[in-house]
């Protein structure tokens, strides 16, 4: 067999176990998705989270994403810290393309798609450690109200979108709240304007007026605000660290932003 065959096999063979490879992810992402049905049903106990030591939390707020190692799938190792984050709100705000900016574009042809409703996953290994984000994406249409259910059911965190450009996306905001926390009354709710690429170029009156009714509502949910930008990648990383801060005490150095005209962080 000539040289030429035999690398031409090679790659063959290494295509079709790649293939292999990523099938059985998506067949684990859709078992898991099942359980996870399954156990919404049920009454159990909150999931609990173990404590990670003083000197890992210094070292993961440190992390670059030079020095995170991604993992592909769902694991089920005792060794994993897995937290289910929830995405809700209206469609076309720019849920999905937050997401995706997130994870990865590798990732997300992974992404499992069910009816009203897209999960992602991101494995962080950050020195020998493991923290799983399982990122749970509502449908924005109402419609898709029948997944909130299994969507927030223990979720540590519940992110509430609307569109910096559409004030009625803003208004939406309460119903989305309000249906979730008939079934997750314990989540970090935090409520994130998206789009602020766009939102920047309005007059300054409208910003102001928005921005205003934002920290309003941020108030009434007891959640924190954050203006983000998919496009430009502004405050998405900052978001997930926020949330891992709050579920572990670890130190914030973020400061508060509240200038009109820059991407407000309001905690």
Request: include cysteine; charge should be positive.
């Amino acid at each position: 067999m000539c040289h030429h065959q035999l690398c031409r096999k090679v790659v063959q063979v290494n295509t079709i176990k790649w293939k292999i490879v990523e099938k059985v992810s998506i067949f684990r992402k859709f078992l898991r998705f099942i359980w996870e049905r399954i156990m919404v049903c049920s009454t159990g106990n909150s999931v609990r989270y173990r404590r990670l030591s003083s000197k890992f939390s210094e070292e993961l707020l440190a992390v670059e994403s030079s020095n995170e190692t991604l993992i592909s799938g769902y694991d089920s190792d005792s060794d994993l810290v897995a937290l289910k984050i929830s995405i809700l709100g209206d469609c076309q705000i720019g849920k999905t393309s937050f997401v995706i900016k997130y994870v990865g574009d590798e990732q997300e042809k992974r992404c499992l798609e069910m009816k009203g409703l897209n999960l992602m996953d991101k494995t962080l290994i950050v020195r020998g450690a493991r923290i799983s984000f399982r990122i749970w994406d509502v449908g924005g249409n109402h419609n898709s109200y029948d997944q909130i259910p299994i969507a927030c059911k223990n979720s540590v965190a519940i992110l509430f979108m609307f569109d910096l450009t559409s004030r009625s996306t803003l208004n939406n905001v309460i119903d989305w709240y309000s249906e979730a926390r008939k079934w997750n009354q314990t989540a970090i709710p935090i409520l994130i304007g998206t789009k602020f690429d766009d939102f920047v170029q309005l007059p300054l009156d409208i910003q102001w007026s928005v921005v205003t009714q934002a920290r309003a509502y941020a108030k009434a949910m007891k959640a924190s605000l954050f203006f983000s930008s998919a496009t430009h990648n502004i405050n998405v990383n900052k978001i997930f660290k926020f949330i891992m801060v709050k579920l572990f005490n670890l130190p914030w150095t973020v400061q508060r932003n509240l200038t009109i005209g820059e991407p407000i962080i309001d905690f």
